[in-house]
């Protein structure tokens, strides 16, 4: 993990109940860069996906939507 990754504030999804399979995001660094990190719960030290604003913008909007199927 990158100290970059270690210092980012995550945070998760407020339909998340602690059931383990949960996507984080660094809201901080998305609002000041346009660039989202993105990470896997269960694996706070693995690799971190980063993507615009407007692409993950776009992915919340297709989960709300019904797009993937029900969540």
């Avoid at 407020?14 to 609002?31: D, I, K, R, T």
């Avoid at 269960?42 to 919340?60: E, R, W």
Wanted: glycine share 12%; charged share 10%.
């Amino acid at each position: 993990m990158t100290t970059e990754a270690a210092t980012q504030h995550w945070v998760k999804s407020s339909y998340s109940n602690n059931g383990g399979s949960c996507v984080e995001w660094a809201p901080a660094q998305a609002s000041t860069t346009g660039i989202v990190p993105v990470r896997d719960s269960k694996n706070p030290g693995g690799p971190v996906l980063h993507t615009s604003s407007a692409s993950f913008a776009s992915f919340v909007a297709g989960v709300k939507a019904g797009e993937f199927g029900t969540v």
